[in-house]
C-alpha cells in the first residue's frame, strides 16, 4: 500500500496522540480512585458498636457533622466519634476546627477541650473525623442529653461559628 505524504503525515500524528491520551486518562483515574479511597463515609463508621449514624447540618448549613458511639474501652469511658461531610457530598472535609460540649438538664458536663489543658482552644481534625474519649462525666445517669458541635474553622479559616445539636438518651 502507498501512503501519500499528507496521510503518512496523518497517521503519525494519531500515532504520538494515542499514547498522549491514554497516559492522561490512566492518570485522572488513578487521580480519583486515591481521592475517593481515602474520603468516605465508610471510614468513618468502622468500629461503632452498633452502626448508629446520627447526622445534623450546622446551623449555617457550612457543614454536615456525623456522630456515631463507640464500644466502650472500659468501664469509665465513653467514646464518641465525630466527622463532618461537605455539605451534599458524601466526602469528608478535612481540617475542621471544633468542640464537643455535653449538657444534661440544659447544664454543661462536658467540654472536650478542657480535657486538653487549653480550654479555649478548638480541637482540630485533620482527616475529618476524630474520636472523643469522654473520661470526666458518668454517662449511667439515665436521661436526655445534648451534644453540641460547635464549628470554629473549616481548612485554616475561621467561619463565624456554627453548630450542630443531637439529643441522646441513656
Known sequence: MILSR??????????KIAPTTAMLVLTIILITTIHNSNTSIPAFASNNNNGTVLRSLTNGSSLEVLLAPLPNTADE???????????????????????FIVLK???????????TGQPNVP??????????PIFAYDFQKT??????????????????PEESEFRIRY
Open 143 to 160: 436521661g436526655e442529653y445534648t451534644i453540641k458541635i460547635p464549628v470554629f474553622g473549616i481548612l485554616f479559616n475561621p467561619i463565624q
Open 105 to 115: 438538664n440544659g447544664k454543661e458536663v462536658f467540654r472536650a477541650s478542657n480535657q
Open 123 to 132: 480541637l482540630h481534625s485533620i482527616p475529618g473525623t476524630m474520636d472523643i
Open 6 to 15: 499528507n496521510n503518512d503525515n496523518c497517521l503519525q500524528d494519531h500515532v
Open 77 to 99: 469511658e465513653t467514646q464518641f466519634r465525630v466527622g463532618f461531610l461537605q455539605p451534599n457530598k458524601t466526602e469528608l472535609q478535612e481540617h475542621v476546627d471544633f468542640n
